[in-house]
């Protein structure tokens, strides 16, 4: 079965840490542009960080810069997202995508028609 896979969320305090992951199955993930992407109650969903297939280039949004870090483990066929320095407006529901084509300032703008979405892992940054 194709699918990308979030785990890692959870509750966390401000200034903690938590590391998602995004494991494929069905599909070679060495070959594919990942994104980190999340929406807040409310909000629209927005790109937080991405990752090429080739270079390993990477991509952050400008509020996650220097406290989250996106890095991929093509063996495990999985990409992390290390978030540290936490603070309540990272709260949001973090999804995952992959896609073949984009590449990484496309594919984090959330541009249409990309290949693989994950459902989804919760995230609270709250006392």
């Known amino acids: 079965q194709v699918q990308l896979v979030e785990s890692g969320g959870g509750l966390v305090q401000p200034g903690g840490s938590l590391r998602l992951s995004c494991a494929a199955s069905?599909?070679?993930?060495?070959?594919?542009?990942v994104g980190w992407f999340r929406q807040a109650p409310g909000k629209p969903r927005e790109g937080v960080s991405c990752?090429?297939?080739?270079?390993?280039?990477?991509y952050y949004q400008d509020s996650v810069k220097g406290r989250f870090t996106i890095s991929r483990d093509n063996a495990r066929n999985t990409v992390y997202l290390q978030m540290d320095s936490l603070k309540p407006e990272d709260t949001a529901v973090y999804y995952c995508a992959a896609d073949r084509l984009f590449l990484i300032t496309a594919l984090c703008s959330g541009v249409p028609g990309i290949e693989y979405w994950g459902k989804g892992t919760p995230v609270t940054v709250s006392s």
């Open positions: 069905g599909f070679n993930l060495d070959y594919y542009a």
């Open positions: 990752i090429s297939s080739s270079d390993g280039s990477t």
